[in-house]
């Protein structure tokens, strides 16, 4: 059974910061990609962040410059930093892990910004 247990969201002021973690256990292997989306009320699941194996990254535009994704492979964790929180970035942010054998989400977080 695999897991994967996300922390790290919150309420926090606009301009502020808050840094997700997702860890995954269980029988994982071969974990290749790992990212986190988000969904807010009445929109579509959007990705905001994907690292590879290698430590590639590819970021949503509107996070560029602002968020910041790591991974530690010796504790298949992946992490999201953000900062300059706006009150658009209010959402359910979920990780996801890519493996050899199948694709695994977290329960989700939620972030919240106030303005």
């Known amino acids: 059974q695999v897991q994967l247990v996300e922390s790290g969201g919150g309420l926090v002021q606009a301009g502020g910061s808050l840094r997700l973690s997702c860890a995954a256990s269980?029988?994982?292997?071969?974990?290749?990609?790992m990212a986190w989306f988000r969904q807010a009320p009445g929109k579509q699941r959007e990705l905001v962040a994907a690292?590879?194996?290698?430590?590639?990254?590819n970021y949503a535009d509107s996070v560029k410059g602002r968020f910041t994704i790591s991974r530690d492979n010796t504790k298949n964790t992946v992490y999201l930093q953000m900062n300059s929180l706006k009150p658009e970035d209010t959402a359910i942010y979920y990780c996801?892990?890519?493996?050899?054998?199948?694709?695994?989400w977290g329960q989700g977080t939620q972030v919240t910004v106030s303005s």
């Open positions: 996801k892990v890519w493996s050899t054998l199948n694709n695994y």
């Open positions: 269980g029988s994982i292997f071969g974990i290749n990609a």
């Open positions: 690292i590879t194996n290698g430590g590639s990254t």
